[in-house]
Structures are given as structure tokens and as C-alpha cells.
């Protein structure tokens, strides 16, 4: 099975071709295609047994299940056989077609099927193929949201001890914390001072995936990728850039409905060689434009 598009915005038609390679000539009882498209929710360890209620609302929501035959029950010869389709992306009802996302506890996929039926001495065929889904682009300018921040030992929150801490001064900025998917993530960071040297500063992207109803809601954080932006003690005043691409698949537009929400954080972690930990997190809305 040979789709002419795996990446696809909505409104689009999904086509391409069925190819059938065979030495001998083929029986089968009828060729169908099948388009479905599917919201998996999953409870993490920590949520299993707290809600009852949890158990129906993390059921698959299937968003779209189209079926259509290509080829009626016969023969195909022996060689090389294509077979053209096309699928227009239509949902039923008050569906919505959510963008192609692979998380942790919320997962869209969006999967192409081709079955050939055969006699009840020959084993049916299937071949699935995963495709894309885009969602549409968002109308009008996205206004920027640039966030400064200024981390010291009394900004930092949960500390038990923080007269124990090693005294430290960081500034920096993100552009925008309204980011455009399809754009990196950008800003600078300043160490100006710190007592303790400095062993690494990383960049974590976080994803917050929320499943659940009514009764309750089960939310996890979960990390994305970690990109390391310094490494060693770095000099005090200099201007480290901030730059974190947001990768397809594991990121989407940030979705909020009635049973899941799909949210994502950054933090910027310092760590200091006496191992105290630093970190300071900042909210984003993702979008596609």
C-alpha cells in the first residue's frame, strides 16, 4: 500500500495506490480499504483504583472509521497489480479530527488499512500504515508573550533549606511563550553570578497530559527531550542562547476537551557541582499557523 500523502491537513483527501505483486493468479473474495482514526487514553500506575469512574471515560475515542471496496470477490493476474484510491477526510457527526499526536497517556493516530479476504484454506491478507494528520492553520497573527525571568535562591520555590543555599543570580528571557509549533523556541540566559560553579544547564520540554471526567482527573508530566545548552562552569554575564526545535509526533497544537487536555512546559535546569538542582518552569501554548 502506497499512499501519495502520509502528511495531510485537514480538508485534504488521502490517495494512492494498492500495488499487489504476485508470481500466480490471485482468488480472493473482495479487496477493501479502511480509513480509522482513534484517541487512546491511558492511566498512569499512580491513577489505576482512585476514580472507578476513570475506567469508562479512558475508553478509545474513535474518531473517524470509513470502510470501502475497491475490488469485488475474483481474480487478479499473475505480476503486478495497482489499484488507485482516494479518501476524503470526513467526519460524522459533531467529531473533530484531532492533529496526529504519539504521547504517554493520550495518543491520536490516524491508520490506513487494506484487507484481501480469501478462501477459508488461504489466510487473509492486511497491511496498515500509519498517516499524518495536520490540523488547520489558525487564523490571524499569533501575539508574542516574551517572559524575563530572574532566578535566585529566594525565587525558587519548595525549598527546605534555603539559607544552606549557595547564592546565585540568573537573568534571561524566552521570546514567547505563545510559540508557533512549526517555529523553535527561543531566548538567551545570563549567569551573573554564582557562588557555587555551575556543572550543566539544560533545557527540558515537558508534556502535561490530563485523561479523565467529572468524577476526577488524572494529570501527568512527562518529559519530551532534554537539550543540554551549557556544559562546565560558564562565564558570568555571557549570553547563552535558548533555541529548542519542538518535534512532530511528540508535540501538537495544545488540545483541551472534555476528557484529555495535552499541554506542554519548558524548564531550565541548573546544576550546580555541589549537586543542588535549580529549576525554573515556564508554561507554553503551542499553535500552528
Known amino acids: 500500500m502506497e499512499p501519495n500523502f502520509y502528511q495531510l491537513n485537514l480538508q485534504e483527501i488521502l490517495s494512492g495506490v494498492v500495488v499487489i505483486t504476485s508470481k500466480d493468479t490471485v482468488q480472493h473474495q473482495g479487496i477493501s480499504l479502511t480509513m ?7 492511566l498512569s500506575a499512580k491513577s489505576v483504583g482512585v476514580f472507578e469512574a476513570f475506567y469508562n471515560s479512558v475508553k478509545p475515542i474513535q474518531i473517524i472509521n470509513s470502510t470501502i471496496e475497491m475490488v469485488k470477490p475474483g481474480k487478479l493476474p499473475s505480476g503486478k497489480t495497482e489499484i ?6 470526513h467526519v460524522k457527526g459533531n467529531k473533530v479530527l484531532y492533529e496526529t499526536y504519539h504521547g504517554v497517556f ?3 493516530q490516524y491508520t490506513l488499512r487494506c484487507d484481501m479476504r480469501r478462501s477459508l484454506l488461504a489466510k487473509d491478507l492486511t497491511k496498515t500504515c500509519e498517516f499524518i494528520v495536520h490540523s488547520l492553520s489558525q487564523k490571524g497573527k499569533l501575539t ?3 517572559v524575563d525571568f530572574t532566578i535566585t535562591p529566594e525565587t525558587l520555590q519548595n525549598v527546605k533549606e534555603r539559607a544552606s543555599l549557595p547564592k546565585f543570580l540568573i537573568r534571561g528571557h ?5 510559540c508557533i509549533i512549526t517555529q523553535p523556541l527561543t531566548g538567551e540566559l545570563v549567569v551573573e553570578n554564582a557562588e557555587a560553579a555551575v556543572k550543566s544547564i539544560e533545557l527540558q520540554l515537558v508534556r502535561v497530559e490530563t485523561c479523565g471526567c467529572a468524577e476526577g482527573y488524572a494529570r ?4 519530551i527531550q532534554n537539550i543540554q545548552i ?16 519542538f518535534p512532530r509526533l511528540f508535540t501538537c497544537p495544545t488540545l483541551e476537551t472534555t476528557n484529555f487536555k495535552v499541554e506542554f512546559e519548558v524548564n531550565i535546569v541548573v546544576l550546580l557541582h555541589d549537586d543542588h538542582l535549580i529549576t ?7 499553535c500552528r499557523m
Do not use: W
Request: aromatic content about 8%; proline content about 14%.
Open 84 to 89: 488507485p484510491f482516494e479518501f476524503p477526510l
Open 174 to 178: 524566552l521570546n514567547s511563550t505563545n
Open 230 to 245: 551549557a556544559d562546565g562552569d560558564v562565564c558570568r554575564g555571557l549570553p547563552i542562547p535558548i533555541y529548542m526545535v
Open 106 to 108: 493520550v495518543n491520536i
Open 220 to 223: 501527568d508530566a512527562t518529559e
Open 280 to 286: 525554573e518552569n515556564f508554561p507554553l501554548k503551542l
Open 144 to 146: 508574542p508573550s516574551p
Open 36 to 42: 480509522e482514526g482513534s484517541v487512546n487514553l491511558q
